[in-house]
């Protein structure tokens, strides 16, 4: 029987918990964020934006899942947007058919959050759960992607960009697949009937905490303060 030095064997049992990690597969695994594109809002979508439209494109992507984007103007400067948007535990309070909200744990740059919510169209009604990380760079873009949940896909981006310092054009992309049945013609009126709304609760909620900010900021003019005056004599 052929025996090994104490010390090589101390080296193979060192090693084994490395082997193991590369060969054992994560318990989900995170795209890489792509990059930022040069223009995501173009010159002709800026002038509808501007004018209040909102703006949302669906699409029929490969194996089931759907596309969908959607854009709008939020005369608010990208922070009270992104406030808006990561706001995970008050969701509920403001985001049409979201139920229930909240951060599950807070790692800094990234956060784990669940949201649940009902969906469907016509026949097909369902309250469905996710459970997501989130992370990017603050005020600029946001990465979302289910690591739990009721779909087999869910993953997509919120992108602020900035207009002149005082407002937003913010767009919104997401694939979508879910775990249960649910044809596809289905989940695109879901997204077309949704997504708008989505995007003008987020509008309403940034202008909301822009105006408080304003409000709190606002200074005390010297007829007021004679008012103040001669009320407490």
Known sequence: MKTYPRSLCRLLLALVPAILLTIAPPAYALPEPPPAAIAQVSTDQKAKLLSGEVIVAISSMQEGVTGVTGQIYIAAPPQKVWEAITDYDN????????????????????????????????????????????????SKRLYFQQIEGDFQVYRGEWILDDHQGKGTFLTYRAEVKPDFFAPQFAV??????????????????????????????????????????????
């Open 91 to 138: 969701h509920k309070n403001f985001v049409p058919n979201v139920l229930e909200s909240g951060v599950l744990a807070d790692n800094g740059n990234e956060k784990i959050m669940f949201e649940k919510g009902k969906s469907g169209v016509f026949l097909f009604q369902k309250k469905v759960y996710t459970k997501m990380k989130v992370w990017g760079e603050q």
């Open 188 to 233: 695109r009126n879901v997204q077309e009937r949704d997504c708008p709304r989505m995007m003008m609760a987020m509008k309403k909620q940034a202008e909301t905490l822009l105006l408080k900010t304003e409000n709190t900021r606002q200074p005390v003019t010297r007829s007021q303060k004679n008012a103040a005056g001669s009320s407490q004599s």
